[in-house]
């Protein structure tokens, strides 16, 4: 576990897998706080992240490291790619540049994130792992 005043940051043995459950309390100078609700969290293993042959995008590498392309099966302009980490927090917006956008990963931190690709009506979402 690491944490900062605003976050705190759970690096899960890799030989661990079940349920787990997460739960906090604050302290300063002033006392502390009541604990909080169990939060029960799944923890599984994986070394990618399976894509549907079907999908209107392909996203690859994923796993990743520094690129992550997102190729879509139509261009589309005027849309754009919106990624957030797992609590919902948005770290990017990339826009789309046609049928291939790539997004740089310079300075993200490891771990798993969504994007939602955003163009006219249509949207899709998914996940990517960042090593």
Known sequence: LSA???????NWDNNFKGQAGIRVFNFNDCGSSLWSDTLHIT??????IDEPETAAVKV????????VVF??????????I??????????????????KTQWKTEGIRPGMYLYKISAKENTVFGKILIQ
């Open 4 to 10: 900062d005043s605003t976050q705190a940051i759970v």
């Open 43 to 48: 923890v599984a293993t994986c070394v990618g």
């Open 60 to 67: 690859y590498p994923n796993p990743a490291s520094e690129v």
């Open 71 to 80: 190729q879509l099966q139509q261009p589309l302009h005027n849309g754009s």
């Open 82 to 99: 919106m990624i957030s980490d797992i609590t919902g927090r948005q770290v990017a917006v990339v826009p789309i540049s046609g049928e």
